[in-house]
């Protein structure tokens, strides 16, 4: 038996500010942008060049899920992106003024940053010494 995770959702306020965030900031591949009704989309987006698990951008519709926006673990970190290019993509950061939450540090496994998201989540940024 085998099995993945294909994709996780990630509560948005609203799907065309996190779709900029997602592709023109971290430069993800936009996957599907397909209207369900007036006001639901299913979107997803996926590390660009990754094969691997995607995310649904879920734009909140209750109160409760508004309230989790950007808190849905609590405050830990979230999501992790390992990188072929630490550098290129810290830089990249940077550049678009995203929030650094720790800065750069050298672990035994590699490198990493912790960033935060537009909506406070908290990504781990990764280079592996194997990768």
Known sequence: MAQHIAQLSLLVREYDEAIHFYTQVLNFD???????????????????????????????????????IGKQTGGRVFLFLETDSFDRDYANLRKHDVKI???????????VAVFADLYGNLWDLIQRNDG
């Open 30 to 68: 936009l996957l599907e942008d397909t209207p369900l009704s007036a006001t639901k989309r299913w979107v997803r987006v996926r590390p660009s060049g990754s094969a691997g698990c995607g995310i649904l951008l879920a734009r909140a519709a209750t109160p409760e899920q508004y309230a989790a």
């Open 101 to 111: 939450v720790r800065e750069r540090s050298e672990e035994d496994f590699g490198t």
